[in-house]
């Protein structure tokens, strides 16, 4: 089933580790964004790609980085979690001129 | 860019009664606005969404109305079920860098 997933889910991790987080999808489309957001709050777009080789940075200023290496990838990855990185981290991708469609998310809490 | 300001934060609301959210937005250019539910917990969903070519758009117990003169659209649900407790996000097009601006959320709460 054409779909948006995200490893991990829950990932508990100690200040200063590197991180990955992982977003692919089996639905083709071109446009990928990546949101942090606390529960239930705002939904901050953090970085986006509008394909291959293609990365621009959000409104929310972050210390990630992203690649966009293959249409189904699109990982985020932090050089030195902070407990402030604590949130939730959604995935999304669309297609041109509809909605955005987001993965299940990732829950991050850097001790 | 793009500024959608959404109202209320917060709607409390009795089952069976209706609740009205009002976003407004600042891009003349946009041309498509979408509604999402988010349950707690849960990944936000698109549960309608509306083109500038048309005023109004139903689906069963919720609607969307938008105004694109005066720059703003609402979302209506009717008969309020507990189940409808969430919160929800209006977003319109940034038609610069061709992504979705989101509103600040809604909190809706049905008293059964």
């Known amino acids: 089933e054409a779909d948006i997933y995200q490893t991990p889910r829950y990932l508990v991790i100690g200040t200063g580790k590197k991180i990955t987080l992982e977003c692919s999808q089996t639905?083709?489309?071109?446009?990928m964004y990546w949101y942090q957001q606390d529960p239930g709050m705002e939904l901050h777009l953090i970085h986006y790609?509008?394909?291959?080789?293609?990365?621009e940075k959000g409104d929310l200023s972050s210390e990630s980085t992203v690649s966009r290496i293959r249409t189904e990838h699109f990982p985020l990855t932090l050089e030195s979690a902070r407990p402030s990185h604590t949130s939730q981290y959604l995935c999304?991708?669309?297609?041109?001129?509809?909605?955005?469609?987001f993965g299940p998310g990732t829950r991050l809490t850097v001790l | 860019g793009e500024n959608v300001e959404q109202h209320p934060s917060t709607l409390s609301v009795q089952e069976g009664d209706s609740a009205v959210i009002k976003c407004t937005y600042s891009?003349?250019?946009?041309?498509?606005f979408p509604w999402y539910k988010q349950e707690l917990g849960k990944r936000p969903q698109l549960i309608i969404d509306?083109?500038?070519?048309?005023g109004e758009k139903k689906d069963q117990r919720i609607a969307v109305t938008l105004n694109k003169t005066a720059k703003h659209f609402s979302l209506h649900i009717t008969e309020t079920q507990p189940e409808d407790s969430a919160v929800y996000f209006c977003?319109?097009?940034?038609?610069?860098?061709?992504?979705?601006?989101f509103g600040s959320g809604t909190r809706l709460q049905v008293q059964p």
């Open positions: 999304a991708n669309s297609a041109p001129g509809t909605e955005e469609y």
């Open positions: 639905m083709g489309h071109d446009k």
């Open positions: 790609s509008y394909g291959v080789n293609s990365t």
């Open positions: 891009d003349s250019a946009s041309n498509y």
């Open positions: 509306i083109r500038s070519n048309v």
């Open positions: 977003a319109a097009p940034d038609t610069g860098r061709r992504a979705l601006t």
